[in-house]
């Protein structure tokens, strides 16, 4: 198992590392112990924290507010949980 997500119960916690200010919003892939995720929103007054939770919640088909951010939120290093996500963009083993 990779270390960069787990599952609790219905629910997957992911660690992701965030580049903010990039060209366009894209999963970049394995990145030490982080799923690197590029955004195109500048960490200004949370902004990126609420733009990266638009993404992850259209990629993984649930609403934002099934999207919690748990630790991290003024660094680029983050762990989020994702209530019983309906899709699965990134290569995660199924529960």
């Known amino acids: 198992m990779d270390e960069w997500y787990r599952w609790d119960g219905d629910d997957l916690i992911l660690n992701v590392r965030i580049q903010p200010r990039a060209s366009k919003d894209e999963f970049a892939g394995p ?3 982080y799923y690197k995720i590029r955004i195109k929103a500048a960490p200004v007054d949370g902004k990126a924290n609420s733009h990266l939770i638009g993404f992850l919640a259209k990629q993984f088909g649930v609403a934002k507010s099934r999207i919690s951010l748990e630790s991290g ?4 290093s983050k762990r989020l949980r994702i209530r019983n996500p309906l899709k699965i963009p ?5 529960k």
């Open 73 to 76: 939120e003024t660094s680029r």
């Open 31 to 33: 990145f030490d112990e």
């Open 90 to 94: 990134l290569p995660i083993v199924a």
